[in-house]
């Protein structure tokens, strides 16, 4: 999330709240896995379609819904189908939008694209590496998130990259990595690649912050604070979710690069 140099702290019981439930649905589904996970993934991918809608095409409420509920059916449909079924399910709502939205259509089909292509990543994560990988990744992207935001609000400084997310300062970024390169030395007797989990976490915190990026420059496009108020204090589900997204796409287009379609656990 962004951060900023001035210690405005009034947001943060809310944000601490909605977070603690997040936490407990997530690592509930997490560790339950299969169709719970799969359920949770695609529930989530449906609220950010929605969102996503919203944002692009204010005051469309019917293809908003619409285009939400597609994104989640796709999203579930392309978990439990295998084999090429998976990439016709994942298209359906990037089609559909494209032929609802009109001038619009062609940037909601793109990024919806990556956004169903990212909760494909994710959903099949648990299912193809296990529970310690996802939990892995999950932990890298909060990690990153919580030591940005403190650090970003209580050492403030020089932005990271103004011209799309104005509050995020080089401080909470760098501490972010740190953050992430911590976890990943703490976890490397866990997970079957050694000492590459260092950097690789690292790599996988600084996706997450351009995922973060790319959603404010959406908004920033659209004109908007937050992707929606579904998450008191932290916004919409994309504002939540959009590092978790580029951390599924690193995954799910890099982890065979480093052998991890050859891994289980």
């Keep these: 999330m962004a951060q900023s140099g001035k210690q405005d702290w009034s947001n943060l019981k809310p944000r601490m709240i909605s977070g603690i439930v997040l936490l407990v649905v997530g690592l509930g589904a997490l560790w339950l896995g299969g169709v719970w996970w799969h359920m949770l993934v695609s529930v989530f991918c449906g609220a950010i379609l929605w969102e996503l809608t919203v944002m692009l095409a204010p005051g469309r409420f019917g293809p908003a819904v619409l285009l939400g509920v597609l994104g989640a059916c796709a999203a579930l449909g392309a978990l439990v189908i295998p084999g090429p079924l998976t990439l016709i399910a994942l298209m359906i709502p990037p089609l559909a939008g494209a032929l609802l939205l009109g001038g619009i259509g062609v940037r909601f089909a793109g990024v ?4 169903l292509l990212a909760v494909y990543g994710l959903g099949s994560l648990r299912t193809n590496l296990g529970l310690t990988w996802t939990l892995w990744l999950v932990l890298v992207v909060v990690v990153t998130d919580i ?3 403190f650090a ?3 050492i403030g400084g020089p932005k990271f ?3 799309l997310s104005p509050k995020k300062t080089w401080a909470g970024t760098i501490a972010g990595w740190i953050a992430a390169g911590v976890l990943g030395a703490l976890m490397v007797g866990q997970l079957p690649i050694g000492l590459m989990l ?3 976490s690292v790599a996988v915190s600084f996706a997450s912050q351009l995922g973060d990026i790319s959603e404010s420059a959406i908004k920033r496009v659209s004109g908007v604070k937050d992707s929606s108020t579904l998450i008191p204090g932290h916004g ?3 504002d939540r979710f959009d590092g978790m997204l580029a951390a599924g796409l690193v995954l799910l287009f890099l982890g065979p690069s480093f052998g991890l379609d050859t891994l289980g656990q």
Excluded: E
């Design 236 to 238: 919409g589900v994309f």
């Design 147 to 149: 030591a940005g935001y």
């Design 112 to 115: 919806s694209l990556l956004i």
């Design 161 to 163: 990259w103004p011209s």
């Design 152 to 154: 970003g609000r209580s």
């Design 198 to 200: 260092v950097p690789f």
